[in-house]
């Protein structure tokens, strides 16, 4: 059974953590900078795998 992560659709970084600072301060970052903020989306690391994201250096994703 893999672990559940997070991901946005554009972000090339999947999240350990749904609180992850990178993750949180690219949210604020699009809303400031006046793109669409991109919803959060939970899936299995190994889907975020597949979808050729690695893993963020903030929140570190243990193997
Ligand atoms: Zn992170």
Sequence with gaps: M??????????????A???CRALVSGQQGS????????????????EARLRG???CLTCGSPI
């Design 17 to 19: 953590r749904e609180d």
């Design 53 to 55: 994201r690695i893993a």
């Design 31 to 46: 809303d400031v900078q006046g793109y669409e903020v991109q919803p959060v989306e939970q899936i299995s690391e190994d």
């Design 2 to 15: 893999s672990k559940t992560v997070w991901m946005t659709a554009k972000g090339d970084r999947y999240h």
